[in-house]
Each structure stands twice: as C-alpha cells, then as structure tokens.
C-alpha cells in the first residue's frame, strides 16, 4: 500500500472479521449517499458511499476519511481501522469511500454528513458535536470541509464539526472560522511536513482556534493507528480533545 508505514495484519483481519460477521446477521454496513439517479447520471458516483461501525445508540458519530494521494482511498490502513476503534468506545463512526479528487472528495464529505443528519433517526446517531477525522488527502480534504462548510461543496448549509482531528498531510492555510484541530505526525514523514503542521496549528491558536499537536521521533508517514510505534494510544488523546470540544 503506498503511502503507508505500519501495515497491522492482525487489524486487517478483525475489520474484515467485523464486517462479514455483521452483514451475515443482517445488519447494514454500508450506505449509499447518492440516489440511484445521481448514480445513473455519474456513475463514478456508483460506489461512493458510508461503511458505518456502529456505536451506542444516541452516541455522537465521526467520519473517517482514508488517504491514498487523492489517487486511491487507503481505507484499510486509514479509516476502518479508526472507525472500528471508536465504534469500540461507543461512538457511532462511519468511513467514507471516496471519488478521488480534490474537489470530489469534498463534495463526497459535504454529502455523507448530510445523509448523517437526514437518516440520524435511522441510524441513531447524535448530530450535534460530530468530529471528522483524516489522514494524509483524508486530513486534508476534512480541514476543508470542516472550515468552509458543508455548503461549499453543494450540500446542504449543516452545522460544522466540533473538532477536526488531522494525521500527516501538510496543509498550510487556516482561518479564525477553522474549527478546534487536533495534529498528529512522525519527524521522519518525508510527504508531511511536522513544521509546517505546527507551524498551522500556531497560527490558529493565535486566532483563538483550540488546537492541540504531536509530532513523533522516527516516524515517518501512514503510520495509521501507530500500533507498535511511539504513537501507539495517540487516537484515546483525539477522542478526549474531541469531547473537550462538546
């Protein structure tokens, strides 16, 4: 897998695990955000859509964006793996497969929450104080949703997210209306720069924007979960700066 550092075989197994044991008991784990009409007119539309690791019922929801460049959706290494483990914890979280392209990944995010918030009932979710999270083109692609707004990218005008929760990608520009950000990336990523990731994360806590960074010796990028590494446990820090945010 391109881009990535610390491929878990064992994790592989457990989501595909998780998967076929739910779908053989007949729950539904993945959602369609676009009718079968939009998908008939574009269908690179066809496959886009929300694998949903669900949590407690009425918990709030996250949604996990995979990297892969913009070329490819990594979805095994970057949005299963932490959707699962946050479904673990009682949080409703879905990772959502992609059209890969800058503009259509953001159009695909602005869409899913919108499926979110018009199927909350259905699915159980709780809108208010949701979190998205990214790595690498996922980060990315979450800081902009997460600053411009759902509306930008032709969905509904929906509330933004309480917290972005960003891994390797180096995206410099920010805003006061940025929403509360949290960072984490290795001192060996030779694609993301962790000085120019802090240096972000500076400029907006001078604006007033909550920020939170870690930065890992020797770590290089696609480090995932960090399973085995120094950044093992980083994603129990993100939850509890997304729920300081709620």
Not at 88 to 99: E, P, V
Not at 164 to 178: P, R
Request: with cysteine; charged share 20%.
């Amino acid at each position: 897998m391109t881009y990535y550092s610390n491929i878990d075989p064992n994790k592989t197994v457990e989501i595909a695990n998780y998967m076929k044991e739910h779908a053989a008991s007949g729950d539904t784990i993945f959602y369609d955000i676009y009718t079968e009409e939009e998908k008939a007119a574009d269908p690179e539309k066809e496959d886009t859509g929300l694998f949903f690791f669900k949590g407690t019922p009425g918990e709030r929801f996250a949604v996990c964006n995979a990297g892969g460049a913009f070329a490819y959706v990594g979805a095994m290494q970057d949005s299963f793996s932490h959707a699962l483990e946050l479904s673990k914890q009682g949080y409703n979280a879905f990772a959502l497969i992609y059209r890969p392209g800058a503009q259509t990944v953001c159009e695909d995010l602005a869409r899913a929450i919108q499926f979110i918030f018009e199927h909350a009932g259905e699915l159980e979710v709780n809108t208010n104080g949701y979190s998205l999270w990214g790595g690498s083109a996922g980060a990315r692609m979450a800081a902009w949703v997460g600053s411009y707004g759902t509306a930008a990218f032709g969905a509904e005008d929906l509330p933004h997210p309480a917290a972005v929760i960003m891994q390797y990608t180096g995206l410099s520009e920010y805003s006061e209306d940025d929403p509360a950000t949290f960072v984490t990336v290795g001192e060996r990523d030779g694609i993301a720069s962790w000085r120019i990731m802090k240096a972000r994360l500076d400029g907006m806590s001078a604006l007033g924007v909550d920020t939170e960074f870690h930065s890992y010796p020797g770590l290089s990028h696609g480090f995932g979960l960090g399973t085995g590494t120094i950044a093992e446990g980083w994603i129990d820090e993100a939850v509890a700066f997304w729920q300081r945010q709620v």
